[in-house]
């Protein structure tokens, strides 16, 4: 890497597992976030 460690096997599945762990909260907060403003946007009524 950048400090001349070895970038093996193991480093690379725990990389991966670290960023699919990010992607998949990041991808839950959208979906929470969305499904909130649909609840507002129903329970508002029609307009």
Do not use: Y
Not at 10 to 32: D, E, K, Y
Request: zero cysteines; hydrophobic letters at 55%.
């Amino acid at each position: 890497m950048s400090q001349g460690e070895p970038f093996n096997l193991t480093r690379l599945v725990s990389f991966a597992f670290i960023w699919g762990g990010a992607a998949v909260f990041l991808a839950a907060a959208m979906h929470r976030a969305r499904a909130a403003r649909r609840a507002l946007k129903d329970a508002a009524g029609p307009a």
